[in-house]
């Protein structure tokens, strides 16, 4: 595999905090049993809106990760990529305030940041006056807080900051991230993403574009990606936080390693605010580049976990992209999307996706797109339909594309693959 410099990155730590669960082992159960994360919204009332599910995160208690006044403080979205990122550091067995801080950086992304902070303090503007707005509205609302939050209660104290490119973010954190380590720049970087809008004008404004999922007699099947019947994207919220280190640097601490991020891919569409380029053209670029940058030819990967968001214009334009890049072999490849099961995380999905790429290396087994009963003739394809495959996989990839056209793919290989 190629990288830059010589220095290669290991996958040494895994935290979650998400609608299928806020530990590795439950993430995984209910990815590979297609056991769905979405249900009614119980965070507001829904009476008024078309859209009445999302995939909400289930028995997080702040203060298990935290202690109460700084729970109190922190926004939803900020608890949870903290939370996140303290149990990646647990699961690599690894403690920033060992090293040089200057060794540990962070990028916490996130598409939206702090909406429910937004919400609650402009209706109190409205409702009881300028005075009842609150002191912490200003650090708790932007997208670059749960980062700086992290370093503040780990001491990592490298490159820190947030990537916002909507659906791409997390994508881009790790990509980032795994730069940032082939140049030397860090030894080690907690990397991904944190997202909590299931908010009254998040899901509203979703809902007058026409973008998410109606089917609310059905939560649990609403999300069907490339399936005939789709009929938008489900919202999700949470955060998953890589542990991100120097291959040499882990491999000296006997750390263990789940996988290397071998390749990373940037690049925009150039095309629509919402919608995708029809044929893919932005996706293409992205992986290509990815295949390139980490040394593998299209015939080397065995698995594909897209994006697949269960719309109807991009599931097919990633489709058209997949068969472009990797011609014959693409009939070959296994594609899954697992937003069918913990939704859409917008800011989060990349890193939760890239996740299900390391463990399916890891465990040798590719989880399912569930819902998937009839599949559109447009995308054609081996979407691992229904049920969990097992698969020996060396090579994945992460494709995430966010509104605005933003496109980012990561290559995750088998730990010690040339």
């Given at each position: 595999m190629s990288t830059s410099n010589g220095r290669r990155v290991?996958?040494?730590?895994?935290?979650?905090?998400?609608?299928?669960?806020?530990?590795l082992d439950t993430?995984?159960?209910?990815?590979?049993?297609?056991?769905?994360?979405?249900?009614?919204?119980?965070?507001?009332?829904?009476?008024?809106?078309?859209?009445?599910?999302?995939?909400?995160?289930?028995?997080?208690?702040?203060?298990q990760y935290m202690d109460k006044k700084?729970?109190?403080?922190?926004?939803?979205?900020c608890q949870f990529g903290l939370a996140a990122a303290k149990d990646a550091l647990q699961d690599a067995r690894l403690n920033p305030r060992d090293m040089d801080p200057d060794d540990v950086g962070v990028i916490l992304s996130s598409a939206i940041g702090g909406m429910q902070e937004i919400e609650k303090n402009h209706t109190a503007l409205l409702e009881r006056g300028v005075r009842r707005i609150s002191p912490f509205t200003t650090p708790m609302m932007i997208?670059?807080?749960?980062?700086?939050?992290?370093?503040?209660?780990?001491?990592?104290?490298g490159p820190n900051y947030a990537i916002v490119s909507a659906c791409a973010?997390?994508?881009?954190?790790l990509g980032e991230a795994a730069e940032i380590i082939k140049r030397?720049?860090?030894?080690a970087m907690l990397a991904g993403g944190a997202e909590a809008t299931i908010t009254p004008l998040t899901m509203g404004a979703f809902c007058q574009i026409k973008a998410v999922s109606e089917r609310n007699d059905d939560p649990e099947r609403a999300c069907r990606p490339w399936d005939l019947g789709r009929d938008g994207f489900v919202m999700g919220e949470g955060?998953?936080?890589?542990?991100?280190?120097?291959l040499e640097f882990a491999q000296k601490r006997g750390a263990q390693v789940y996988a290397e991020i071998t390749g990373y891919g940037a690049s925009a569409d150039c095309y629509h605010y919402t919608a995708p380029h029809p044929e893919g053209a932005g996706a293409k670029r992205a992986m290509r580049k990815a295949l390139q940058k980490a040394g593998v030819a299209p015939q080397q990967v065995q698995y594909v976990n897209a994006h697949g968001t269960s719309t109807k214009l991009g599931d097919i334009a990633e489709t058209k992209a997949i068969k472009e890049v990797f011609g014959d072999h693409a009939e070959k490849l296994l594609v899954s999307s697992t937003k069918s099961v913990h939704a859409h995380l917008l800011g989060a999905a990349g890193a939760i996706e890239a996740a299900a790429c390391v463990l399916a290396i890891e465990r040798g087994v590719v989880p399912p797109t569930i819902n998937l009963d009839q599949q559109d003739p447009e995308c054609d394809l081996d979407y691992v339909a229904n049920e969990a495959r097992r698969a020996k996989v060396?090579?994945?990839?992460?494709?995430?594309?966010?509104?605005?056209?933003?496109?980012?793919?990561?290559?995750l290989s088998r730990p010690g693959l040339n």
């Open positions: 290991a996958v040494t730590g895994l935290g979650f905090i998400t609608p299928i669960g806020n530990d993430v995984w159960s209910n990815l590979v049993e297609g056991v769905s994360g979405v249900g009614r919204i119980t965070r507001f009332d829904t009476a008024a809106y078309s859209t009445k599910i999302a995939a909400e995160v289930k028995h997080f208690e702040p203060e700084t729970a109190h403080h922190l926004g939803r979205y997208a670059d807080m749960a980062a700086g939050v992290v370093a503040m209660q780990t001491g990592a104290g973010s997390s994508g881009h954190a030397g720049d860090a030894k955060a998953v936080v890589f542990v991100l280190e120097d060396d090579v994945a990839i992460s494709n995430s594309f966010g509104f605005g056209g933003h496109n980012a793919t990561l290559v």
